[in-house]
């Protein structure tokens, strides 16, 4: 699958949550302090985003 999550650390030492298409990086969370914590942000993303609602704002 082509649709993917990494959890990276950034220079400060956080953890962050990635969401990836292929090589390309659509989005990614706030830093974390710990791994549990991306791993909970991607967790929230799965079971809340598929009913979001789309706001066109232009």
């Known amino acids: 699958m ?4 990494e959890i990276r650390q950034n220079k400060a030492g956080e953890y962050v949550a ?3 298409y292929n090589s ?3 989005f ?3 830093g974390y302090s710990s ?3 991306a791993k909970n942000a991607i967790d929230s993303i ?3 985003g598929p009913g979001a609602p789309v ?3 232009t």
Do not use: G, P
């Open 28 to 30: 990614w969370t706030e």
């Open 18 to 20: 990635y969401f990836c």
């Open 24 to 26: 390309e990086t659509i």
């Open 55 to 57: 706001e066109d704002k």
């Open 35 to 37: 791994k549990a914590s």
């Open 46 to 48: 799965l079971k809340n």
């Open 2 to 5: 082509a649709h993917r999550f």
